[in-house]
């Protein structure tokens, strides 16, 4: 199968005998996401772009997407959204921005007047693609509010993981230890991806937040955990996050358990009278503990 960058640079090659000519019309989301694995600020740089407006034929004008936010062909078939770097049009075929050698332009009959721009148009059938460069006549770039969720989502400034082990300090074998998490720590958070028309809004929520205590054991709790305060029995368990550590960590590197907790975001979208899901995201935290072998004197 012939990639696109490679359908691009032959078509830049033979430029002067296309018989393509330029075809006017609209142009499906184009963009691409690089996602980076950093546990403390997670998300994804996207570029985006969209000739938008514009009249006669249509070959994009949403990307084919039904109401479900996934791509079809003419013939309601489900197709990928993103191949070889382009995005689908309603045509069921792809399209990214292309840089013409002036001879290409002058074989396709020259510049346009007006908004637009140039388009490699790659249809692919049986295992073999067919490329041509094509003019979008058309307004201003916009987007589909599909593409401006993820560029929403990768504005988000989630916060940081403040881990809270109480009783503070060192902790004691079989003495329950309450786990809580700042509340700073626990803060849905908001960013929005907008261009001239469309505006979108994802917001970040924790769900969860999993604890790996260092001892092989982990905890999964639905919230931040409650923080233990003094006057409480060091001998009640926390309500709703806790755990007991069974054994000292003399054994363990530097004779200290490292407690490692992981929160989970779920990541939704709103805007231009749509709304749904997008990849979630986790944020992580560690500490070091010590766990003495003493056993707690229970009155």
């Known amino acids: 199968m012939l990639k696109l960058a490679r359908v691009a640079a032959v078509l830049m090659l033979v430029g ?117 460069v094509v003019w979008i006549a058309g307004d201003p770039p916009v987007v589909s509010p599909q593409v401006l969720a993820r560029q929403a989502r990768a504005r988000l400034d989630l916060p940081g993981v403040v881990i809270r082990m109480n009783p503070p300090g060192d902790q004691l074998v079989n003495l329950p230890a309450w786990l809580a998490l700042d509340r700073g720590s626990w803060q849905s958070r908001s960013a929005t991806a907008s261009v001239p028309g469309v505006s979108v809004t994802a917001t970040a929520r924790p769900v969860k937040a999993s604890w790996s205590m260092g001892d092989g054991v982990t905890v999964t709790c639905a919230g931040p955990g409650t923080p233990w305060t003094s006057g409480t029995d060091p001998a009640n368990a926390s309500p709703d996050c806790g755990h007991v550590y069974r054994r000292s960590s003399a054994a363990a590197p530097g004779g200290r358990y490292v407690v490692t907790v992981t929160v989970t975001w779920e990541v939704t979208w709103a805007g231009a009278g749509q709304s749904g899901t997008v990849a979630g995201l986790t944020t992580t935290g560690q500490l070091q503990t010590r766990v003495q072998e003493s056993q707690a004197a229970v009155r």
């Open 16 to 132: 002067a005998v296309l018989l393509v000519a330029p075809v006017p019309g609209h142009a499906d989301p184009f963009g691409d996401t690089r996602c980076d694995n950093n546990p403390s600020a997670p998300g994804c740089d996207v570029t985006v772009g969209n000739p938008g407006g514009g009249g006669g034929a249509n070959p994009g004008n949403g990307g084919g997407r039904g109401g479900d936010g996934k791509c079809r062909n003419p013939s309601g078939e489900e197709i990928p959204c993103e191949r070889e770097g382009a995005w689908a049009g309603a045509d069921g075929c792809y399209y990214a921005p292309a840089d013409p050698s002036p001879s290409t332009v002058a074989a396709l009959g020259g510049q346009p007047a007006g908004e637009g721009g140039w388009y490699m148009r790659v249809c692919y059938g049986d295992d073999r693609a067919f490329g041509s």
